[in-house]
């Protein structure tokens, strides 16, 4: 068990330019989900894939916004056209659960800073 | 739509101190709740959980009970240490459709020695 990984840990960029993070689950796991978190915040919910079917996303995620699971093991977030409210950190976390998830387990986040 | 309320922190106690934290919950149907719990530089882990009414959930001296009929998810210590002080999350899970995990915004919580 290796955990879930994120890759940038940071990224900063110029406002307009677009972002691409990554995520790779815990081996085996079918869900993985996207959260946003600001400073004081909860994480926001964004998007979740069971396997690399995308099934539900969040209202916060505009069309700037988009994820992907091709092949149902990792998943990439990207960010287009990228404004300073964008600014965050953005989470990832799997789960090996089909039905009801029992437990998240988290990666430790891209934390995006847009200038 | 499914939501969470926490109190609003900082919450500052002494070391030995008793700790309640307040979390209730709207939500269709019948979800799993949580706590979830952030360390100082560390991700976000799970402390306990319940998954049906009346369950209780228990870790590391930490309590919650789920509470339908007043749809609370209160977390306690009796007493509370200097490395319990970080920001804990309560969270549910719920169903309306797709399965849909949703988090609290937070408390934080300061224990001086």
């Known amino acids: 068990d290796t955990g879930v990984s994120q890759d940038p840990r940071h990224k900063i960029t110029k406002r307009g330019q677009n972002v691409t993070f990554r995520c790779d689950p815990i081996s085996e796991h079918n869900r993985l989900y996207w959260y946003r978190q600001t400073l004081g915040q909860g994480p926001e919910f964004l998007t979740y894939f069971q396997n690399e079917a995308q099934l539900e996303k969040s209202r916060l995620l505009s069309d700037r916004f988009s994820a992907e699971r091709p092949k149902g093991s990792f998943s990439t977030l990207e960010i287009q056209r990228t404004e300073q409210g964008d600014s965050a950190m953005y989470l990832c976390?799997?789960?090996?659960?089909?039905?009801?998830?029992?437990?998240?387990?988290f990666g430790s986040g891209t934390q995006l800073s847009v200038l | 739509g499914d939501s969470v309320t926490q109190m609003e922190g900082p919450v500052t106690l002494s070391e030995e101190a008793f700790l309640t934290i307040n979390c209730t919950y709207t939500?269709?149907?019948?979800?799993?709740l949580f706590w979830y719990v952030q360390y100082p530089g560390e991700g976000l882990q799970l402390l306990l959980k319940a998954t049906k009414a009346d369950d209780k959930g228990s870790n590391k001296g930490f309590e919650a009970t789920y509470r339908k009929e007043t749809t609370s998810f209160h977390l306690e210590k009796g007493s509370v240490q200097v490395s319990d002080s970080a920001v804990y999350f309560c969270?549910?899970?719920?169903?309306?459709?797709?399965?849909?995990?949703?988090f609290g915004t937070g408390t934080r919580l300061k224990v001086l020695a």
């Open positions: 969270a549910l899970e719920g169903y309306s459709g797709t399965y849909k995990y949703i």
């Open positions: 976390a799997s789960s090996p659960d089909r039905g009801r998830v029992e437990k998240l387990f």
């Open positions: 939500a269709t149907g019948y979800p799993s």
